[in-house]
């Protein structure tokens, strides 16, 4: 939804997308991009000094996600937890504590088609993407990352490609947006996804709108839920084997047909109603 989106508002407009899902990235998929390397990321993880630490215990007390144990003569660091905040190293009142930086992954960005090859897309479409590192365990610094850089593009529009569920990293990609496109698919599963991303939305006070994708092979589940709440729903895509085939190729649905273009013109103008 976010590549042919963003596809779609580029053969008129600058825009910029981001892959926000920087577990499992999969929208360069689909743009089949040039990347290049803009940035590493990562935090800063405490280093204690057993020679200068009193083993007080004040920073494994302060410490609000348990990454710290202090036992009688040796402090326990527990990397996976810590979230670099920085409180523990500015507590110490021996200045035992100081910090090193811990990469976490890689920002990449799209390279600038040269001015021979590039497509209308191309041209138009700034892309980057957030990579975790294997084995890592915090995805949010990567995310807050590509948001400090989305707000600073100059283009008409940034569209953001959101990680499934409804943990820490989607709630760090939530923040401060103008509208949130909801995509589902009319199964129960589908439904409880929705209502929890429903409810996260509400709570965040970010106006949203729903898509139920596949909208014909399930029941009506999702008309109801939208009914029955004075919802929006911004498009229905019904099943469909062309996109299937499409996606399984890694081809976006923009540019193959007609009736795709009109889709997303249609999800375009509904979302533009909604955010009134
Ligand atoms: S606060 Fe400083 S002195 Fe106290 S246990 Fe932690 S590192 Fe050691
Ligand atoms: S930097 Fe923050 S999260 Fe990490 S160990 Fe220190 S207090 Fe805990």
């Given at each position: 939804?976010a590549?042919n989106?963003s596809?779609?508002l580029?053969?008129?407009?600058p825009?910029?997308?981001?892959?926000?899902?920087?577990?499992e990235?999969?929208?360069n998929h689909?743009l089949?991009r040039s990347?290049?390397?803009f940035?590493?990321?990562g935090?800063?993880?405490?280093?204690?000094?057993?020679?200068i630490c009193t083993h007080?215990g004040l920073?494994?007390?302060?410490?609000?996600?348990?990454a710290?144990a202090?036992?009688?003569?040796?402090v326990m660091?527990f990397?996976?937890?810590?979230?670099?905040?920085?409180?523990?190293?500015?507590?110490c009142?021996?200045?035992?504590i100081?910090?090193?930086?811990?990469?976490?992954?890689t920002?990449?960005?799209?390279?600038?088609p040269s001015a021979a090859?590039?497509?209308?897309y191309?041209k138009?479409l700034?892309?980057?993407?957030?990579?975790?590192?294997v084995?890592?365990?915090?995805?949010?610094?990567?995310?807050?990352?590509?948001?400090k850089?989305a707000?600073?593009?100059k283009?008409?529009h940034?569209?953001?490609?959101l990680p499934?569920?409804s943990?820490?990293?989607?709630?760090?990609g939530l923040?401060d947006?103008d509208?949130?496109?909801?995509?589902?698919?009319p199964?129960p599963a589908?439904?409880h996804?929705?209502?929890?991303?429903i409810?996260?939305?509400?709570?965040?006070?970010?106006p949203?709108?729903i898509v139920?994708?596949?909208a014909?092979?399930g029941d009506?589940?999702?008309n109801?839920?939208?009914d029955?709440n004075?919802?929006?729903?911004?498009?229905?895509?019904?099943?469909?084997?062309e996109?299937?085939h499409?996606?399984s190729?890694?081809l976006p649905l923009?540019?193959?047909a007609?009736r795709?273009d009109?889709l997303?013109g249609?999800?375009?103008?509904e979302?533009m109603?909604?955010?009134k």
């Amino acid at each position: 939804m976010a590549v042919n989106l963003s596809l779609y508002l580029a053969k008129q407009q600058p825009v910029s997308l981001f892959d926000l899902d920087v577990e499992e990235p999969n929208d360069n998929h689909f743009l089949n991009r040039s990347m290049v390397h803009f940035q590493d990321v990562g935090l800063l993880r405490p280093e204690v000094d057993e020679e200068i630490c009193t083993h007080c215990g004040l920073c494994a007390e302060l410490c609000e996600y348990n990454a710290l144990a202090v036992l009688p003569t040796q402090v326990m660091i527990f990397d996976e937890l810590c979230h670099g905040c920085g409180l523990c190293s500015i507590a110490c009142p021996v200045n035992a504590i100081t910090e090193r930086f811990h990469k976490l992954g890689t920002v990449k960005r799209s390279k600038n088609p040269s001015a021979a090859e590039s497509s209308i897309y191309e041209k138009n479409l700034t892309f980057f993407e957030g990579i975790l590192n294997v084995g890592e365990a915090i995805a949010t610094p990567i995310i807050h990352e590509l948001k400090k850089i989305a707000f600073v593009q100059k283009t008409k529009h940034i569209i953001l490609d959101l990680p499934p569920g409804s943990a820490c990293p989607v709630v760090e990609g939530l923040s401060d947006l103008d509208y949130v496109v909801l995509v589902t698919e009319p199964t129960p599963a589908g439904e409880h996804d929705l209502c929890i991303a429903i409810e996260l939305v509400k709570q965040l006070k970010i106006p949203f709108g729903i898509v139920n994708n596949r909208a014909d092979i399930g029941d009506d589940r999702i008309n109801r839920l939208v009914d029955e709440n004075g919802y929006t729903l911004l498009l229905e895509i019904p099943h469909d084997n062309e996109i299937l085939h499409l996606y399984s190729h890694g081809l976006p649905l923009i540019g193959t047909a007609k009736r795709f273009d009109e889709l997303f013109g249609k999800l375009w103008q509904e979302i533009m109603e909604g955010d009134k």
